[in-house]
């Protein structure tokens, strides 16, 4: 079980072994494509010259970090807004697990703990933190009691609704349509 997006082998590689990049690539992953997002901290390793450190993220001068986020290419389409929850998400980290992302899943009892535990860092909405839950679940050996529940729909296996169920170009585009299905179920809804 590895992640295997269709971005920079290197950048692949980081968020296996980095649990920072990967939580930084969850709260980048909105209003961006899923290859940017979960690129993206592999960029910012690159701007800073280091491996990300939640500790030094949190202690980051803001605007500072919004210039390496701002930077040609931008990590995100919302520099500021995206650096500043990154800068939350890295103090959050700090206070609750001494700056070690791993230790958010480390331990947990079972699936409904790891989704409080996910769903308690800012940016995090239920959709989120399910989308997280399933994806440590099904790429990264995750698998407390009763996880699949806790992720939802998103924890179905065989399913192809988020980021934890791509392995290939394949199973990437049909994320994708499942994507666009609920966007368009949504617009229908409302008109």
């Not at 961006?32 to 979960?38: I, R, S, T, Y």
């Not at 390793?45 to 949190?58: F, H, K, P, S, Y």
């Not at 931008?74 to 070690?100: I, N, S, T, W």
């Not at 050996?141 to 980021?163: I, K, L």
Request: charged share 25%.
């Amino acid at each position: 079980m590895t992640l295997s997006l269709p971005i920079d082998p290197e950048a692949n590689e980081l968020l296996q072994r980095n649990a920072l990049a990967l939580v930084i690539a969850l709260v980048l992953d909105q209003q961006v494509p899923m290859e940017k997002a979960f690129s993206s901290p592999y960029v910012l390793t690159q701007r800073l010259g280091r491996d990300l450190d939640a500790a030094e993220l949190a202690g980051y001068e803001p605007q500072a970090l919004v210039a390496l986020f701002a930077t040609p290419p931008a990590l995100h389409r919302f520099p500021k807004a995206m650096a500043a929850r990154v800068q939350e998400v890295c103090q959050a980290l700090v206070e609750r697990y001494d700056g070690d992302a791993a230790l958010l899943w480390a331990d947990v009892a079972d699936g409904p703990e790891l989704l409080r535990r996910v769903a308690g860092l800012p940016g995090f909405g239920k959709q989120k933190a399910q989308i997280f839950v399933a994806l440590l679940g099904k790429r990264f050996g995750v698998t407390p009691q009763d996880w699949r529940e806790a992720a939802g729909g998103y924890g179905d296996p065989g399913a192809y609704r988020s980021v934890a169920d791509v392995t290939d170009a394949d199973s990437l585009r049909r994320v994708r349509e499942y994507k666009q299905q609920m966007k368009a179920a949504a617009k229908a809804a409302q008109g």
